[in-house]
């Protein structure tokens, strides 16, 4: 019997506790390239770098490497991972949005507030709390969904990260709290932004608030402009905000570094 990537995948998985959004993620992976053979990866990757952005699949193999490597290591396969191409992904400048830019997209959460979803809950405030809050925390979309009433304390919210299991503690400010408050004023089970409606309808709505106010980008930049005006006020600090244990992730990929001027590294002046 031949096993293939999703065989693979569903005995990797049922040893590990992971989010749903993550599990979906390394399924969809597996199916992609069913074939464990080297000579079949390096084709998959080599055949999808002309579909989709290089780091999307370095990241493909990364998973699919891990995979790989697991099952070797389990006994499930008799070949071990050797001779998989090396893939060098160009990184684009990161980008992120101004202090201006979220201030204007969030006063216009505003202009959205009677329009109601099928769950009763005001776009408008949806809007508005999910954008407080994924600036403020830094908490990726998956973690930031299941957040709950039980994850607030006082002026706080706490949870454990479900990427890294790491705990992680945030302060809110009065307006993000106050828009929490008013989302578990409605929810039914006491999720802060869950209940109001599921991933796809809640991504929709983010896109097309985004495109009127004309700033570009998706709901991500919120955990990199978080992170990038952080930097600018307590340098090195933006790796914390998101949670990271690698030291120059948050560099590399999550700070917009054309906001940060003033601690940029610059060459003195040679003509004054």
Known sequence: MTITYSDIAERYLAERSVS???????????????????????????????????????????????????????????????????????RKPTKAWSVEQIRGAIA??????????????????????WSLLGYECGARWG?????????????????????????????????????VREMLAGSPDGRILG??????????????????????GTSKWLRRSGATHIEINEPGKARHHLG?????LAERNYIDWSQVRANAPRTPELIG
Not at 49 to 74: C, H, M, P, Q
């Open 244 to 248: 990271h244990r690698t030291a120059g």
């Open 20 to 90: 749903a959004h993550y599990a979906g993620c390394v399924r969809r992976i597996a199916k992609r390239c069913p074939t464990v053979t080297v000579e079949k990866l390096n084709r998959y990757l080599m055949l999808r770098l002309n579909d989709a952005a290089g780091t999307t699949v370095k990241f493909e193999r990364t998973i699919l490497l891990s995979l790989w490597r697991w099952a070797y290591d389990r006994g499930f396969m008799d070949v071990a991972p050797r001779g998989v191409a090396r893939l060098k992904a160009r």
């Open 143 to 179: 973690d930031l969904w299941m957040l709950t009433r039980d994850h607030l304390d006082g002026d706080a919210i706490s949870w454990t990260q479900s990427k890294t299991g790491d705990p992680i503690v945030r302060v809110l400010t009065p307006a993000c709290l106050g828009a």
């Open 108 to 129: 216009a959460t505003r202009e959205l507030d009677a329009h109601r979803l099928r769950s009763g809950a005001s776009l408008g405030l949806l809007l508005r709390a």
């Open 195 to 216: 209940w109001a409606c599921g991933r796809r309808q809640a991504m929709r709505h983010m896109r097309q608030h985004l495109d009127r106010c004309g700033i570009g």
